[in-house]
Nanobody
Framework: VQLQAFGGGLVQAGDSLRLACAAS????????MGWFRQDPGKEREFVAA????????YYAESVKGRFTISRDNAKNTVYLEMNSLKPEDTAVYYC????????????????????WGQGTLVTVSS
C-alpha cells in the first residue's frame, strides 16, 4: 500500500486542521492505521491509532480530547481531525499502516507499522 499524507499548514493556536492520508494499492480497511509526529531533533512520537476493524481507537495523552482519527472506506482515506491546536503540536505528521494481525487491536509503537506516508508539516503559531 502507498500512503500520501496531506493537509498540513500554518495555523494559529486554537485553530483546527484536518490531515488526510490517502491510500492506494490496497484498501485501508485491511490495515491498522496510525498517526505519528516528529519535531526536528526529537524522536518520532505516537499520536493516534485505529484498529483494522475501525472500532477501536487510541490517543496519546497530549492530544486526547482534541484529536480524532477516522476512516472513510469509500475514499480509502484516513483522517486526523485536530482541534484546539497548540504550539507544541508543531511537527511533521506521518500516517502509517500496519500489517500485523489487528481485528480490534491498535498499535502505538512505530516498529509495528510497515508502511509510511511522506509526512506533512503542521506549524502552530502562538
Amino acid at each position: 500500500v502507498q500512503l500520501q499524507a496531506f493537509g498540513g499548514g500554518l495555523v494559529q493556536a486554537g485553530d483546527s486542521l484536518r490531515l488526510a492520508c490517502a491510500a492506494s494499492g490496497h484498501t485501508v480497511s485491511r490495515y491498522a492505521m496510525g498517526w505519528f509526529r516528529q519535531d526536528p531533533g526529537k524522536e518520532r512520537e505516537f499520536v493516534a491509532a485505529m484498529s483494522r476493524s475501525g472500532i477501536s481507537t487510541y490517543y496519546a495523552e497530549s492530544v486526547k480530547g482534541r484529536f480524532t482519527i477516522s476512516r472513510d472506506n469509500a475514499k480509502n482515506t484516513v483522517y486526523l481531525e485536530m482541534n484546539s491546536l497548540k504550539p507544541e503540536d508543531t511537527a511533521v505528521y506521518y500516517c502509517a499502516a500496519s500489517t500485523r494481525y489487528s481485528g480490534d487491536y491498535y498499535y502505538v509503537n512505530s516498529n509495528d507499522y510497515d508502511y509510511w506516508g511522506q509526512g506533512t508539516l503542521v506549524t502552530v503559531s502562538s
